[in-house]
């Protein structure tokens, strides 16, 4: 089975800019988390999302936003991007809300100039 | 701010030595779990206890949970250098649905 895959891995933008990241979840899993990790805050949850809906949201500006397909595919959408926005983004997909383990993907690192 | 803090937050051993790292988080749970990265790359679960659970093995893995001093510890025995990784603890709320929170992580070292 194929595990969690997220698109692009790596992304340069500048100030300003918006950018979209692109999650797959594992075949038959249909909750998808993401979170965002750097050195000075860590892990943080960003959303989850479960069926298309969004059931949980983390401590993050309006900028950050994401959506969840029919098939659970993911995106998350941050707008006006800021050089702290710099991090690598990890998606998670699970097999529901189960509260069990979660699987995550490789992760896209997001530079901001 | 994060729900656990861990500690200690590197450590360096010698391959066959024993790995323990600890996890304190601040609020009741419903699981814990420890989790493995290498390299900024994505996390590996390695292994969930439950909040009704005291000990659980996995392999090479030891992990305990004390509910009541709100800690967690794992143990990794006879480590390798493949061991090499950073190490975090997650906490599961019962009303945060598949919601992860994470401890700051230990950066683990294992020299050849």
């Known amino acids: 089975k194929a595990g969690v895959t997220q698109t692009p891995r790596y992304l340069i933008k500048t100030r300003g800019q918006q950018v979209t990241l692109s999650c797959s979840p594992i075949?038959?899993?249909?909750?998808v988390s993401w979170y965002q990790q750097t050195p000075g805050q860590g892990l943080q949850f960003l959303f989850e999302y479960f069926s298309e809906t969004q059931r949980n949201k983390g401590n993050f500006p309006g900028r950050f936003s994401g959506r969840q397909f029919s098939n659970s595919r993911s995106e998350m959408n941050v707008s006006t991007l800021e050089l702290g926005d710099s991090a690598l983004y990890l998606c998670a997909s699970s097999l529901a809300r189960v509260r069990g383990e979660q699987f995550f993907g490789p992760g896209t690192r997001l530079t901001v100039l | 701010s994060q729900q656990g803090e861990e500690d200690p937050q590197a450590l360096s051993i010698q391959e066959g030595e024993n790995a323990t790292m600890n996890c304190s988080y601040k609020?009741?749970?419903?699981?814990l779990q420890w989790y493995r990265q290498n390299s900024g790359r994505g996390l590996v679960h390695l292994i969930l206890?439950?909040?009704?659970?005291r000990e659980k093995h996995s392999g090479r893995l030891r992990v305990t949970l004390d509910t009541s001093k709100k800690s967690s510890s794992l143990l990794i025995t006879a480590s390798r250098a493949a061991d090499t990784a950073s190490y975090f603890c997650?906490?599961?709320?019962?009303?945060?649905?598949?919601?992860?929170?994470f401890g700051e992580g230990t950066q683990l070292t294992v020299n050849p």
């Open positions: 609020t009741s749970i419903n699981n």
């Open positions: 206890i439950r909040s009704n659970e």
């Open positions: 997650a906490t599961v709320f019962g009303t945060s649905g598949s919601r992860l929170t």
């Open positions: 075949s038959g899993h249909r909750s």
